[in-house]
C-alpha cells in the first residue's frame, strides 16, 4: 500500500507538535521514525490513523485522502500495535485477536484458521490463547498484539515503540521475531522508535524528527557520512554505548 504525507501540521495551544511534514513510504518496506521525545512522533501517528486531525496537510492511501467519510474503511487496512499493546483485560488473547473480525463477520473456520497461522507466525504457545492478558509476559502481550493488528491481513503495519516496555531479553527475542515477519510479509511497515540500535536494526530506511520537523531520511551510514545537520550527529552521539563512531 502507498502510504503519503503531504504538508502535516498539527500545533496545540500554538506550539508546534508537527511541522509542515511531507513523507512518501516505501511499499513493502519497513520504516522507522526515530527521534527524542515530545518530537511529535505520535502525534504524528495519530494522524496517520486518523485519531487526530491536521490542521494542515493529507494524508493518502494508495492515493485516496483520509477523510471522516472514509476513515472507518481506510482504518481496515491499517494494522496498529501502540507500546503497552492496548489489550481489553477483559478478554483472553483470542477474543482480543479476534474481535474485529467477529465484529465484520467473518466466518468461524476462516477465523480459525487465521489463528493457527498468526500463532505460528508470532510463535505463540497456542495453548495460551484462552489466557487473559494479565496472564500472559509482556513479551507474549506484544505477540497477542501482532496478532490483533495483523488479523484482518492489513496492508499498512503501524507499531508505535512496540518494545519499549519489554526487557532486554525479551527485546532481543521479540526484535528477532518482527524482523523475519516483517522479511516474510511484505507489507508497508512504519516502527516508531526513540532507539537508534533498533532504528538501524529493523529501518529499511531511517527517518529522523526533530521538533515536529523531518530532519533526515536515509540509512545510518547517511546519517554518519552525511548529517543533515549537526543534531544528527549529536543524536547519534548520544546512542553512542551503542552505535560507535568516531
Ligand atoms: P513524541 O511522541 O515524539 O514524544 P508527541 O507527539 O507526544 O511527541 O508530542 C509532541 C509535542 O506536542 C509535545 O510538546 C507535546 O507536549 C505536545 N502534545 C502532544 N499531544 C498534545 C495534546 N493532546 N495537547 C497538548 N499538547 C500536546
Redesign the pocket.
Known amino acids: 500500500m502507498s502510504v503519503i504525507l503531504e504538508n502535516i501540521s498539527?500545533s496545540?495551544?500554538s506550539?508546534?507538535?508537527?511541522s509542515n511534514f511531507s513523507y512518501s513510504f516505501q511499499e513493502g518496506k519497513t520504516t522507522v521514525l526515530i527521534?527524542?521525545?515530545?518530537?511529535?512522533?505520535?502525534?504524528?501517528?495519530?494522524i496517520i490513523t486518523g485519531l487526530?486531525n491536521p490542521d494542515e496537510g493529507t494524508v493518502e492511501f494508495d492515493g485516496t485522502a483520509l477523510t471522516q467519510q472514509n476513515i472507518n474503511d481506510i482504518r481496515r487496512k491499517i494494522g496498529y500495535v501502540i507500546q503497552d499493546g492496548g489489550l481489553f483485560p477483559h478478554l483472553t488473547a483470542k477474543d482480543n485477536i479476534t474481535l474485529m473480525a467477529k465484529y465484520t463477520g467473518t466466518d468461524e473456520k476462516i477465523i480459525e484458521e487465521r489463528i493457527s497461522e498468526l500463532t505460528s507466525l508470532t510463535k505463540f504457545p497456542e495453548d495460551k490463547l484462552s489466557n487473559y492478558p494479565a496472564e500472559l509476559s509482556g513479551g507474549q502481550k506484544q505477540r497477542v498484539s501482532l496478532m490483533r493488528a495483523l488479523m484482518l491481513n492489513p496492508e499498512f503495519l503501524l507499531l508505535?515503540e512496540p518494545l519499549g516496555a519489554l526487557d532486554p531479553l525479551i527485546r532481543y527475542d521479540l526484535q528477532t521475531d518482527l524482523k523475519e515477519i516483517f522479511g516474510k510479509l511484505q507489507k508497508t511497515v512504519l516502527l516508531?522508535t526513540?532507539d537508534l540500535n533498533e532504528a538501524v536494526f529493523f529501518g529499511d530506511k531511517i527517518i529522523l524528527?526533530k521538533e515536529?520537523s523531518l530532519i533526515q531520511e536515509g540509512t545510518i551510514t547517511d546519517f554518519i557520512n552525511n548529517p543533515a545537520e549537526p543534531f544528527v550527529t549529536k543524536f547519534i552521539k548520544s546512542q553512542r554505548s551503542t552505535i560507535e563512531i568516531s
Open positions: 498539527k496545540f495551544n506550539s508546534k507538535a508537527v527521534g527524542p521525545s515530545g518530537c511529535g512522533k505520535s502525534t504524528l501517528i495519530r487526530t508505535d516508531v526513540h524528527m515536529g
